[in-house]
């Protein structure tokens, strides 16, 4: 990959448009002063004082916020949240960072994913987390709308991410019914470049590009052990392969990533950053930067570069989740060409 090469994938992001179906969180911090602890008249305990509250799109959330800071021009959200106060402040926050959500669906038996995490502000570590998530299965009429509405946007758009964050099985937006519905329609959309991410049921996509990390894509394929992880590895990809018929990346860490297209499997080494780092949400800006890259033109190892130096951003910006800018990212590239 060349620098001219990078940049020209870069400044065609604008003209993309792209889809994020699946889990929507909302990210709520609250930040807790310790130095203004009270104790409960009625229970003796502590009543820890919240002095700021920052409500943030999480999950595939995430991989929009990302999209929007390459510069994607287009960005659609397709889920189901609830008609509540956290639905609200989630629609909130994906439209201030650019994503179109009139197919954010509002269902009044569900509620609002959200991951409660209060930060202290004396260390900015977070304490216990506290997680508002759906316990019953997604219900049909609710599935048939999310198929409905994503058999409309797939001749609209130029790639989807499939984002499936919940890992209790049909209690999240890509339920058995709804990946069957996906494997159905991607090989009548060719062109459409469909990624999927999914924390515990990856092995069960068909006819889609998948993106796992290492140990993802081992369990996927029902192995016993992690010893031998290379030829472990090598035999998840080619399962994959097999029931895909697209390519598979495999997040491999600092390390970089395995990018296999049924032809090739090349290794797209990782960039070294100096510490501290957060790896929380670097899949979701890997995923984003690998369609994006493939739906402006990009090669199977190329996009795979690009997922590459959008991550080595976004795991240096520490107790958030990270974004990475086009300048960022041409930037890191001349910073890092000469072992890239």
Do not use: W
Not at 165 to 189: K, S, W
Not at 237 to 260: K, M, N, Q, W
Not at 300 to 318: E, F, K, N, P, W
Not at 325 to 340: I, T
């Amino acid at each position: 990959m060349t620098h001219s090469h990078l940049k020209e994938l870069l400044t065609s992001f604008s003209d993309l448009s792209i889809l994020v179906v699946g889990d929507f969180f909302l990210d709520r911090y609250l930040v807790v002063d310790p130095g203004l602890a009270e104790t409960s008249l009625e229970t003796g305990l502590e009543a820890r004082q919240v002095v700021q509250v920052r409500n943030l799109p999480g999950a595939a959330g995430t991989v929009t916020g990302n999209l929007n800071a390459l510069g994607v021009g287009q960005i659609r959200a397709l889920g189901v949240i609830g008609d509540d106060g956290q639905g609200y402040d989630l629609k909130a926050g994906l439209r201030a960072s650019g994503v179109d959500t009139r197919d954010l669906m509002e269902v009044s038996s569900r509620a609002t994913p959200t991951y409660t995490k209060p930060v202290l502000t004396t260390t900015g570590k977070e304490m216990e987390r506290l997680d508002i998530k759906n316990r019953s299965p997604l219900p049909r009429r609710v599935e048939d709308r999310v198929l409905a509405t994503l058999e409309r946007l797939l001749g609209e758009v130029h790639g989807v991410i499939i984002l499936d964050q919940v890992q209790e099985r049909n209690c999240g937006v890509i339920t058995d019914r709804v990946r069957e519905g996906i494997a159905r329609l991607a090989p009548a959309y060719p062109d459409v470049v469909i990624l999927a991410d999914s924390r515990s049921h990856i092995g069960l996509f068909r006819n889609v590009t998948v993106k796992v990390n290492r140990e993802e894509a081992i369990e996927a394929v029902s192995m016993d052990s992690l010893a031998e992880a290379v030829n472990c590895l090598d035999a998840a990809i080619r399962s994959f392969l097999d029931r895909t018929g697209r390519p598979v990346y495999v997040t491999l860490g600092p390390e970089g990533i395995l990018c296999a297209d049924g032809e090739a499997t090349d290794l797209v080494p990782g960039i070294p950053v100096p510490g501290p780092i957060d790896i929380v949400g670097a899949g979701d800006s890997v995923s984003a930067g690998i369609v994006s890259a493939l739906c402006a033109g990009a090669s199977c190892a190329d996009a795979a570069r690009v997922g590459v130096l959008v991550s080595s951003i976004t795991i240096q910006q520490i107790g958030t989740t990270g974004t990475a800018s086009p300048e960022q990212v041409l930037q890191r590239f001349e910073e890092s060409k000469q072992d890239f």
